[in-house]
Every structure is written in C-alpha cells, then in structure tokens.
C-alpha cells in the first residue's frame, strides 16, 4: 500500500523555537507539497517541491521554509515558531500533473504552539 | 489563480436520506477537479476525481459527481448516506495549462454530520 508518512501525529512546542516536520513519500513521486489546514480556511499552501532540491513558494511562505534533499523526503521548518502557527500542517505528493493522479496525503501533524 | 467555493460549510443529513454537497470554482479553462473526504484526526483521501471523458464520475463509498463546465461546477452526490459518511468534504481544482506542477487548489471544506 503507497504511503505518506508524517512523523509525528501531534507535537507542541514553545514560542521560538525551531520546528522540523519531516514527511517521507513511498511512490517515487516528483512533487511533494505542505499545507496547513484552519478551520474554515481549509487548506492553504505554503511550499511546494517539484525534483529534489528545488522549491517553490505557496500562497502562506511567510515563517516557514523547506528542505528537499532526497526525492522521498520533505521537510517543513518553522524558523521560529509562533502561537498563529498552531495548526493541523499536511504534507502530499503527487506524479506529474499529465497523469492526472491527485494528491496522496499523510495523516497530518497536529502542532501547537505554546 | 483558480478559487474554488463550496457553497455549504455544514450539511446536516439523516441517515439514508440523499445529500448534494455544491463546488463552483472560478475559471472556465480546462481544469482537473477532484472532491477529498477527512475523517476525523486523519489526512484526506480521495474519492473521485475528473480529468477528461465522461461528465458523470463514480468514485468510492457510493459517491458520484457531476461536472458541469457551463456552470464551473463539480457537485458531489450520495443517494443514501451511512452514518458513517460524517466527515469533511473538499473540493479541489488544478488549472492544466497556468500550472504545470499540478498544484491543487481546494475550497473551504463541507462538513457533513449524519444522525440517525
């Protein structure tokens, strides 16, 4: 069975500090992306990777930043965690867009910042 | 840039009664639309989605959706529904030709509560 896994279901942390969010795909997919999900919001992009060690902005960039060194592995960092950044983060990947597949999701990571 | 509206952000529905969750999105360009279900603490998984051919898509528990490009939209549909179909629904649509890596765009989420 294909998977994105999210290390952690649940994290909380405090204020300033430096957060990791790792996400590992199994599909040898090209794209890999993070969002956050807000109530009422829904899901709001913040990075997205196409080929490993290349990176592109979502529409929510602003504290955030990524890291692509191998094509399975996407992480997420928050620089320097701050209470708005409390939310549920989902990470996905994706085969190229010409075939049509959709995104396949993790579980998602719960984080809290205190 | 696509938005994509989903016109109910709560669907309250009885138990083997029908429910018709709305999708409108903006543009009329040639696009991919898919509807993802989440249930509770978990991650989205996808239950249909459209890319060409055929305007009427089946996907899995039942759930079927109706694209109409005159109108720019992809209503999902369930003619009886279980209690355990009370999730959050999304829609989302990627715009072929503005983007080449596929990016989905999703709309605020529907939640869908079914009581006996």
């Known amino acids: 069975d294909v998977k994105v896994t999210q290390s952690s279901r649940y994290l909380v942390k405090r204020t300033g500090e430096k957060v990791f969010l790792e996400c590992v795909q199994d599909?040898?997919?090209?794209?890999m992306f993070w969002y956050r999900q807000d109530p009422g919001l829904g899901l709001r992009l913040i990075y997205f990777?196409?080929?490993?060690?290349?990176?592109e902005k979502g529409d929510i960039p602003e504290g955030y930043s990524v890291s692509r060194e191998k094509k399975e592995r996407f992480s997420l960092i928050l620089e320097s965690a701050s209470t708005n950044q409390t939310s549920m983060y989902l990470c996905?990947?994706?085969?190229?867009?010409?075939?049509?597949?959709?995104?396949?999701f993790g579980s998602g990571t719960r984080l809290t910042v205190v | 840039a696509q938005s994509v509206t989903q016109l109910d952000s709560q669907v309250p529905v009885f138990e083997e009664a029908p429910v018709e969750l709305r999708c409108n999105y903006s543009?009329?360009?040639?696009?991919?639309l898919f509807w993802y279900v989440q249930y509770p603490n978990q991650g989205l998984q996808l239950l249909l989605k459209?890319?060409?051919?055929?305007?009427l898509v089946k996907g899995i528990n039942g759930f079927e959706a109706e694209f109409n490009k005159s109108q720019t939209s992809f209503h999902l549909r369930k003619p009886s529904v279980h209690i355990s179909d009370t999730a959050e629904y999304f829609c989302?649509?990627?715009?072929?030709?503005?983007?080449?890596?596929?990016?989905?765009?999703f709309g605020a989420g529907t939640q869908v509560v079914v009581t006996p």
């Open positions: 990777s196409y080929d490993v060690k290349m990176k």
């Open positions: 543009s009329s360009v040639s696009v991919y």
């Open positions: 996905a990947s994706s085969s190229h867009p010409g075939r049509g597949g959709g995104y396949t």
């Open positions: 459209y890319l060409s051919g055929s305007t």
């Open positions: 599909m040898d997919h090209e794209n």
């Open positions: 989302a649509v990627s715009d072929r030709e503005a983007d080449s890596w596929g990016k989905l765009q």
